[in-house]
């Protein structure tokens, strides 16, 4: 990563005091001198001081976790439901030398599938930002089955876009974007509630209102009994992974989640 990057995440407010940081300290990596704010470190093999005094370098945490239902995506509790951070061991919440770890996005209570955890701020940033448009592909189970008719009209509907969804508590009501809706089969290896002979189907958005997959299919005249996130940007959940369980991401995932 960037040497300016690495030191703004560890404490520096702004990129302005990191350079003045570079000018008027001594930092060094491996040995050297190092005046340009764009160095690329490496956060797995390089030592980094600054005057003589030892910083360790660490690498961010990146993780996925298959979130279960009756969990809560928020550290703040009420007393009635558990919390997914309850899942990780203290080292992992609060790393030696990194930010705390923090979920990238959230889940509904009675929604299950991926989370990305991360120390990494910018990267959640990047992913969470309306501006940026990162699809999320969920799959969704209906109360009332569709004929091949319906599921047409689901779908130009949703790919149209312009779909008025009514406002729902303090959400106000909205105008959708363009999504895609297919009818997978039951061999989809996502399908949790395989051989219920419930009625699904996969959602992908670009956009995330309060309660938006659950709004879209009422707006349809429809009801979403079952709801699974099985993917982020370019992260697909990985299907192995029970409920409730984590894993970290490998180096090939991690370059995945931050491609554009």
Same mark, same amino acid.
């Given at each position: 990563?960037?040497?300016?990057?690495?030191?703004?995440?560890?404490?520096?407010?702004?990129?302005?005091?990191?350079?003045?940081?570079?000018?008027?300290?001594?930092?060094?990596?491996?040995?050297?001198?190092?005046?340009?704010?764009?160095?690329?470190?490496?956060?797995?093999?390089?030592?980094?001081?600054?005057?003589?005094?030892?910083?360790?370098?660490?690498?961010?945490?990146?993780?996925?976790?298959?979130?279960?239902?009756?969990?809560?995506?928020?550290?703040?509790?009420?007393?009635?439901?558990?919390? /997914? $951070?309850?899942?990780? +061991?203290? *080292?992992?919440?609060?790393? =030696?030398?990194?930010?705390?770890?923090?979920?990238? &996005?959230? !889940?509904?209570?009675?929604?299950e599938g991926l989370l990305v955890f991360t120390t990494d701020g910018k990267l959640s940033h990047?992913?969470?930002?309306?501006?940026?448009?990162?699809?999320?592909?969920?799959? /969704? $189970?209906?109360?009332? +089955?569709? *004929?091949?008719?319906?599921? =047409?009209?689901?779908?130009?509907?949703?790919?149209? &876009?312009? !779909?008025?969804?009514?406002?729902?508590?303090?959400?106000?009501?909205?105008?959708?974007?363009?999504?895609?809706?297919?009818?997978?089969?039951?061999?989809?290896?996502?399908?949790?509630?395989?051989?219920?002979?419930?009625?699904?189907?996969?959602?992908?958005?670009?956009?995330?209102?309060?309660?938006?997959?659950?709004?879209?299919?009422?707006?349809m005249g429809n009801e979403v009994i079952f709801l699974k996130r099985i993917s982020m940007g370019n992260l697909f959940l990985d299907a192995s992974l029970k409920p409730g369980e984590?894993?970290?991401?490998?180096?090939?995932?991690?370059?995945?989640?931050?491609?554009?």
């Amino acid at each position: 990563m960037r040497l300016d990057d690495f030191f703004t995440e560890h404490g520096f407010k702004t990129y302005r005091a990191v350079r003045k940081l570079l000018k008027n300290k001594n930092v060094t990596v491996n040995g050297v001198r190092v005046l340009e704010p764009g160095f690329r470190l490496n956060t797995k093999s390089d030592s980094l001081s600054v005057d003589g005094e030892s910083v360790t370098v660490s690498s961010h945490i990146y993780l996925m976790m298959n979130k279960c239902q009756g969990v809560v995506c928020t550290t703040v509790l009420d007393g009635w439901n558990k919390s /997914v $951070y309850s899942m990780f +061991p203290e *080292d992992l919440l609060h790393p =030696k030398n990194l930010p705390i770890l923090h979920s990238v &996005g959230r !889940l509904d209570i009675d929604t299950e599938g991926l989370l990305v955890f991360t120390t990494d701020g910018k990267l959640s940033h990047r992913l969470t930002t309306p501006e940026s448009h990162v699809k999320k592909t969920y799959l /969704v $189970y209906l109360r009332d +089955p569709c *004929d091949e008719a319906e599921r =047409k009209r689901y779908c130009d509907t949703f790919a149209d &876009g312009n !779909l008025f969804v009514k406002e729902e508590k303090r959400a106000p009501s909205f105008r959708t974007k363009p999504a895609l809706l297919e009818w997978p089969d039951e061999e989809d290896e996502y399908c949790t509630l395989s051989g219920s002979g419930l009625t699904f189907c996969r959602l992908t958005l670009t956009e995330g209102k309060f309660h938006q997959v659950k709004r879209m299919f009422a707006a349809m005249g429809n009801e979403v009994i079952f709801l699974k996130r099985i993917s982020m940007g370019n992260l697909f959940l990985d299907a192995s992974l029970k409920p409730g369980e984590w894993r970290y991401l490998c180096e090939r995932e991690i370059l995945q989640m931050q491609e554009r």
